[in-house]
């Protein structure tokens, strides 16, 4: 346990100590942790039962990055400056927000002296951006999100292959019951420390999420998102089903795309086919509404694909025309040829059209659902790394201030303030906290020369050397994520910014 963190608030007769790190303010029983499982009280001391997360980056091997401290043969001491980052994974809250940042460390990088502003922020306002990569329906947009029967968030706009949900916020966590906040608290954090998450979406599916791994949608297991939409599946196949079969329909539920009507189909030569389609035509070959959301063809409600055709034009097809169809992720597929009475009859699949089938799915990115996490670190936050705050906010955007969550680039909103995103799994392993407030607790860091902090009006007599700092069981050093700018590098830092 970390026991450099002391109490200044005092202890009660019976051993009790109070937590002053957030707005809760327990009181803590010896040898007990506070509400949110992150303080205890150790002999009449406060401390941090997490260990404080420093990133480890070493130029051994050719320049590799290679984790640090874990094969016993660490003496001590912390390797040299500009390759060691302090995260606020750990570190403490400036709470009650009077206070410096908890750490304030420099280190010289490539001759520039850098300080690293470090805290862990208490966000009422956050929460997460959910992508699910799926052509399942999950739900209508602006259809409630539940977890545990609560209202969690919201489904907004589908992207191009990805159903996205919308979770958390300032509403769900204070501006609800008191039951609504810590289910929407408990569901980020699962969320955010990469853990499964079972959620219910009204009028809609059952969908379990998880950082990293596919999504399970009503039980089943996602394997691959879209190529494209139908249009584009006929713009990237075209050439390939040439000659091999007189019509093709993609089926997809946003844009249904017809082979013989599209412009690509009219460059390769494809002759009409009297193909009539269900559904609102938009171009030459693009279909929208052709049938209902669903979980079935391409996102639709359909298990039959003919029942989104209508008779064929008798005046222009033939008998023995080949009709091919196939979903977007080449899940779905399905062989016919027209009689002498132009009904489609189903048929065998030529090898080549399993072929196409095999090819369209190989070209199907794998399934993820993928979680941003999203907070505005503004107010009193700002007042832990300088006396003047909104200085910090220009300086931000300015792009003299590299922000980073747990080690990690963030993208910064435009606009006032500073709001910003992470993808989590670019984060070390269990980065988030909570109080019961309820609040998420997120590391967050900012970076910049020593001068320009100077400048900024900086709590310039916090600032230590990294070098300072004492190492012990209280510090846990990794290996940066292997994708991540190195966070004290200030041409990295403005190249990756925004």
Same mark, same amino acid.
């Given at each position: 346990?970390?026991?450099?963190?002391?109490?200044?608030?005092?202890?009660?007769?019976?051993?009790? =100590?109070?937590?002053?790190?957030?707005?809760?303010?327990?009181?803590?029983?010896?040898?007990?942790?506070?509400?949110?499982?992150?303080?205890?009280?150790?002999?009449?001391?406060?401390? $941090?039962?997490?260990?404080?997360?420093?990133?480890?980056?070493? &130029?051994?091997?050719?320049?590799?990055?290679?984790? #640090?401290?874990?094969?016993?043969?660490?003496?001590?001491?912390?390797?040299?400056?500009?390759?060691?980052?302090?995260?606020? =994974?750990?570190?403490?809250?400036?709470?009650?927000? +009077?206070?410096?940042?908890?750490?304030?460390?420099?280190?010289?990088?490539?001759?520039? *002296?850098?300080?690293?502003?470090?805290?862990?922020?208490?966000?009422?306002?956050?929460?997460?951006?959910?992508?699910?990569?799926?052509?399942? #329906?999950?739900?209508?947009?602006?259809?409630?999100?539940?977890?545990?029967?609560?209202?969690?968030?919201?489904?907004?706009?589908?992207?191009?292959?990805?159903?996205? &949900?919308?979770?958390?916020?300032?509403?769900?966590?204070?501006?609800?019951?008191?039951?609504?906040?810590?289910?929407?608290?408990?569901?980020?954090?699962? &969320?955010?420390?990469?853990?499964?998450? /079972?959620?219910? =979406?009204?009028?809609?599916?059952?969908?379990?999420?998880?950082?990293?791994?596919?999504? =399970?949608?009503?039980?089943?297991?996602? /394997?691959?998102?879209?190529?494209?939409?139908?249009?584009?599946?006929?713009?990237?196949?075209?050439?390939?089903?040439?000659?091999?079969?007189?019509?093709?329909?993609?089926?997809?539920?946003?844009?249904?795309?017809?082979?013989?009507?599209?412009?690509?189909?009219?460059?390769?030569?494809?002759? *009409?086919?009297?193909?009539?389609?269900?559904?609102?035509?938009?171009?030459?070959?693009?279909?929208?509404?052709?049938?209902?959301?669903?979980?079935?063809?391409?996102?639709?409600?359909?298990?039959?694909?003919?029942?989104?055709?209508?008779?064929? *034009?008798?005046?222009?097809?033939?008998?023995?025309?080949?009709?091919?169809?196939?979903?977007?992720?080449? /899940?779905?597929?399905?062989?016919?040829?027209?009689?002498?009475?132009?009904?489609?009859?189903?048929?065998?699949?030529?090898?080549?059209?399993?072929?196409?089938?095999? $090819?369209?799915?190989?070209?199907?990115?794998?399934?993820?659902?993928?979680?941003?996490?999203?907070?505005?670190?503004?107010?009193?936050?700002?007042?832990?790394?300088?006396?003047?705050?909104?200085?910090?906010?220009?300086?931000?955007?300015?792009?003299?201030?590299?922000?980073?969550?747990?080690?990690?680039?963030? +993208?910064? +909103?435009?606009?006032?303030?500073?709001?910003?995103?992470?993808?989590?799994?670019?984060?070390?392993?269990?980065?988030?906290?909570?109080?019961?407030?309820?609040?998420?607790?997120?590391?967050?860091? #900012?970076?910049?020369?020593?001068?320009?902090?100077?400048?900024?009006?900086?709590?310039?007599?916090?600032?230590?050397?990294?070098?300072?700092?004492?190492?012990?069981?209280?510090?846990?050093?990794?290996?940066?994520?292997?994708?991540?700018?190195?966070?004290?590098?200030?041409?990295?830092?403005?190249?990756? #910014?925004?």
């Amino acid at each position: 346990m970390q026991n450099d963190i002391t109490n200044g608030l005092g202890a009660a007769s019976d051993g009790r =100590i109070r937590c002053d790190a957030c707005p809760v303010m327990c009181y803590i029983k010896p040898g007990a942790s506070g509400a949110c499982d992150r303080y205890a009280n150790h002999e009449g001391e406060l401390v $941090r039962v997490d260990p404080h997360v420093l990133l480890d980056r070493t &130029l051994a091997d050719g320049g590799a990055i290679v984790p #640090f401290h874990r094969d016993g043969s660490w003496d001590g001491k912390l390797i040299a400056e500009g390759h060691t980052f302090v995260t606020a =994974i750990g570190a403490g809250t400036t709470y009650p927000d +009077y206070k410096p940042a908890p750490f304030i460390v420099s280190s010289e990088v490539s001759g520039v *002296d850098m300080v690293t502003v470090v805290t862990e922020g208490i966000f009422s306002y956050c929460g997460v951006k959910v992508k699910i990569d799926t052509d399942r #329906f999950l739900g209508t947009e602006q259809s409630v999100v539940r977890a545990s029967g609560e209202a969690v968030g919201h489904v907004t706009t589908s992207e191009y292959g990805s159903q996205m &949900l919308s979770l958390g916020g300032v509403h769900h966590l204070t501006g609800g019951g008191k039951k609504e906040g810590r289910v929407t608290c408990d569901v980020l954090l699962d &969320l955010c420390n990469r853990k499964p998450v /079972e959620l219910t =979406i009204d009028g809609g599916a059952k969908v379990v999420v998880q950082a990293g791994q596919p999504p =399970i949608v009503n039980g089943v297991t996602e /394997e691959r998102m879209r190529v494209g939409c139908g249009s584009a599946t006929i713009g990237m196949f075209a050439k390939q089903w040439y000659g091999q079969v007189d019509e093709v329909v993609v089926v997809d539920d946003h844009i249904t795309g017809v082979l013989s009507e599209h412009q690509a189909g009219k460059l390769l030569g494809v002759p *009409d086919t009297g193909i009539k389609m269900k559904g609102r035509r938009s171009t030459p070959g693009r279909y929208f509404q052709v049938a209902e959301p669903g979980t079935g063809w391409g996102g639709t409600n359909i298990s039959d694909p003919l029942s989104i055709v209508h008779p064929f *034009d008798k005046k222009v097809a033939w008998p023995g025309l080949r009709l091919f169809f196939i979903s977007t992720t080449g /899940e779905h597929a399905a062989y016919f040829e027209l009689d002498d009475d132009l009904a489609p009859r189903a048929k065998e699949m030529p090898p080549g059209l399993v072929a196409s089938c095999a $090819r369209i799915r190989d070209n199907c990115e794998p399934a993820l659902s993928t979680v941003l996490f999203m907070a505005g670190a503004g107010g009193s936050l700002r007042s832990g790394v300088t006396e003047d705050p909104v200085r910090l906010t220009r300086s931000v955007k300015d792009a003299l201030t590299y922000v980073t969550c747990g080690g990690a680039p963030v +993208y910064v +909103y435009p606009g006032g303030g500073i709001t910003f995103m992470v993808d989590v799994m670019r984060m070390p392993e269990n980065a988030f906290g909570y109080v019961p407030t309820p609040a998420l607790v997120a590391p967050i860091e #900012f970076t910049l020369r020593l001068t320009d902090y100077a400048e900024l009006g900086g709590h310039m007599d916090e600032v230590r050397r990294v070098s300072s700092m004492a190492a012990g069981d209280s510090q846990r050093a990794i290996a940066p994520h292997a994708d991540n700018p190195w966070p004290l590098s200030p041409n990295g830092a403005k190249r990756s #910014f925004g």
